[in-house]
């Protein structure tokens, strides 16, 4: 039968290239933000975080941005490596508690 | 440190057992949460504990999951009777705030229930 279930947004780059994942998050209370990476079989782990009154901020090779008038989060991954395929998630809090978005999975073809 | 560890990794029962899944957090940190991931629903909240106490159950579907944390060190997430649409991976995670900085995510606890 056929399987019903989330479909992941997907992308696909070269290595080399930059990549960008966009999340957009619900609500405009959230104060604090954090991107996870999950690979197969394994539970995410954090890549990088960014509170509300930032709007911009850089790690080892990654970036994000957050447009709180649009409530829009991006990560950028710069020279985009095989070992950065898996799937990225967004996570905001409100209050007392992290809400994940569905994930995007990025792939990179060598 | 190890990280947080969760046990079984894998689990395959029969409708109507009992399931218990098992985590023990990163020592020194305050708060637990159990997420369950499917690809119908993506990752999902159902229990957070902060200092032992349990926070916020309102995402455990229904009467048939509990999860305790009897101390610091331990928690555990119990199905009983399990159903086939509990099959999902069973992450335990653990931070210093709940709401502030890193969550910490064991490997997780793929249950299949048949």
């Known amino acids: 039968g056929e399987s019903v279930g989330l479909h992941l947004p997907t992308l696909s780059v070269q290595e080399g290239d930059n990549s960008i994942i966009n999340c957009a998050y619900s609500n405009s209370a959230s104060d604090y933000f954090i991107w996870y990476k999950q690979e197969s079989g394994k539970g995410p782990q954090f890549i990088i975080d960014?509170?509300?009154?930032?709007d911009k901020r850089q790690g080892q090779r990654v970036t994000v941005l957050l447009n709180k008038t649009v409530k829009h989060l991006s990560l950028q991954i710069a020279a985009t490596q095989p070992g950065d395929s898996a799937v990225y998630f967004c996570a905001e809090n409100t209050g007392n508690q992290f809400y994940f978005g569905t994930g995007t999975s990025l792939t990179v073809i060598p | 440190d190890a990280g947080v560890i969760q046990s079984p990794r894998h689990e395959v029962t029969e409708m109507g057992q009992e399931v218990t899944l098992r985590c023990k957090p990163i020592?020194?940190?305050?708060?637990l949460f159990w997420y369950r991931q499917t690809m119908m629903r993506g990752l999902e909240l159902l229990i957070y504990f902060n200092n032992n106490v349990p926070i916020d159950d309102s995402g455990m579907p229904e009467d048939r999951f509990s999860a305790k944390m009897p101390n610091a060190s331990f928690s555990t997430l119990k199905i009983q009777p399990s159903e086939p649409r509990d099959s999902a991976v069973y992450f335990c995670a653990s931070s210093l705030s709940p709401v502030i900085g890193e969550l910490f995510f064991g490997e997780g606890s793929r249950l299949t229930v048949l």
């Open positions: 020592s020194g940190h305050n708060s």
């Open positions: 960014i509170r509300s009154n930032m």
